[in-house]
């Protein structure tokens, strides 16, 4: 029996390493992409072009952030089969992936002309900004099939352990939408249509780059394999697929519908809380830009270790990419606390909101701390193909924890309380990391790992 010491000795930190840093840097490369669109819009149009992006951008984000479970689950699968030895079944699980994003794209495209004015009616106000929004929102959707797709191979890569290629593919995308939106909005004076434009042809280029990039990436028989679009393996293991990905939307909609909540329970509460909110989401979104790069690699080691059936190996590499997110996300909160004040006066210069930040900010400074073991462990649970388990425990931590800690306080009381929001969003990352581990404990005192290895593999 392997002992607690053995096991943690000579971990493969370097490898987790290798993984994580491209994707930290393709996170935060993304921000500075809605940096340059504020910033563009700001100085080249007006506002009601400003409040027409934003609009657009919130409907256009929170579809393809319930449809990031396509990479999620092609990371797994992909993992899995490389860890098992199996590189024909890797493309056909890329094969499938990419049927299921073009019949999803070409679903979400047919019915855009009703389902974008109606997203329209409901994030912008009537008016100008409404219509602006909604032409904004029908010449991005065109790109929905070039990120859908991009999605999958970017999956691909992750689950074959490269995530350099990813980056190299982020890059060219944001920085030709930079390109592009300085052009459009700022030299052609498009206004939010420009914007529009801009994201839309990077994101085509993108998909064009991923596809060269993963067909230089692959060795003449694979690419015989994905050219021919055929084959028993193609056909088979649908259920599988379907299954962990309708599971991983199930989760990833709870997770939006959370911050959401966030956003428009302290609207409800007041102004200066609205806007102060906005600033302490900004600040755990850039913690979780950092965060996100070792959970990537929880994902590709876990995949592909269990792939091989070797257990101890899977805690192995776990342990190595969780004790450097431990790290980061302790540097994280004591950066936040030590320079509370220059974040703050960064974001805004208004003394009201400056104020109401201040009172808050403690809520968003120890936030990563408390809530990387929830990261990791979504990693983790990913890369093993457990979505049931992260659809059930999300489920419980959203209606079990957040919304009875919020509303029964509000209720007894008869006014909600900013404090009480954020208490009850960090309990909810604090109930999604104890819930997680308690199942990771369970699965690995009955060896439950095994018996899922392979599993839609």
Known sequence: MTSRRDLLRGLPHRRALSLAWPMIVANVSVPLVGLVDTAM????????????????????????????FLRLGTTSLVGRAVGAGR????????????????????????LQWVLIP??????????????????YGQIRVHSL????????????????????????????VNVLNLVLDIAFVGG??????????????????????????????????????LRKWRGQGLRRRWRALLTMNADLAVRTALLYVALTFLTAA????????????AILLQVTL???????????AAEAMSAKALGTRNLTEFHRVNAAATLPALGIAAAF????????????????????????TAQYFHWAAWLPLISVAAYQLDGIFIGSGQSRIMRNTMLVAVVGVYLPVFFVPAWMTGAASNDGLWLAFTLLNVARGVLLGAAYWRLTRTRGWLRTADAGA
């Not at 797709?149 to 593919?169: E, K, N, W």
């Not at 220059?342 to 208004?350: E, G, N, S, V």
């Open 145 to 172: 099939p070039a990120v859908l797709g991009t999605s999958v191979v970017t999956g691909y890569f992750i689950g074959s352990q490269d995530t350099r290629r990813p980056l190299a593919i982020a890059v060219v």
């Open 266 to 277: 302290g609207g409800r509460i007041s102004e200066d809380v609205l806007a102060a909110n």
């Open 87 to 110: 590189p024909l079944d890797t493309i056909a699980h890329l094969q499938r992936s990419l049927m299921l994003a073009g019949v999803i794209a070409a679903a979400i495209l047919v």
């Open 118 to 135: 109606l997203a329209m009616t409901i994030v912008a106000p009537a008016g100008e900004v409404r219509d602006l929004a909604t032409a």
């Open 41 to 68: 819009l700001g100085h080249f149009s007006d506002t009601q072009n400003l409040g027409a992006v934003a609009a657009g951008a919130i409907v256009l984000s929170a579809a393809y952030w319930v449809l990031s």
């Open 333 to 356: 909160t004591a950066v936040f606390l030590v320079a509370q004040d220059p974040f703050i006066a960064l974001m805004t210069d208004l003394p009201s909101l400056a104020s109401t």
């Open 286 to 296: 850039l913690a979780s830009y950092g965060l996100d790069g070792y959970a990537h």
């Open 188 to 225: 052609l004076s498009w206004g939010a249509a420009g914007a529009a434009w801009a994201t839309m042809i990077a994101e085509w280029v993108g998909l064009a780059v991923a596809a060269v990039l993963l067909w230089r990436f692959l060795d003449p028989a694979l690419r015989e394999r």
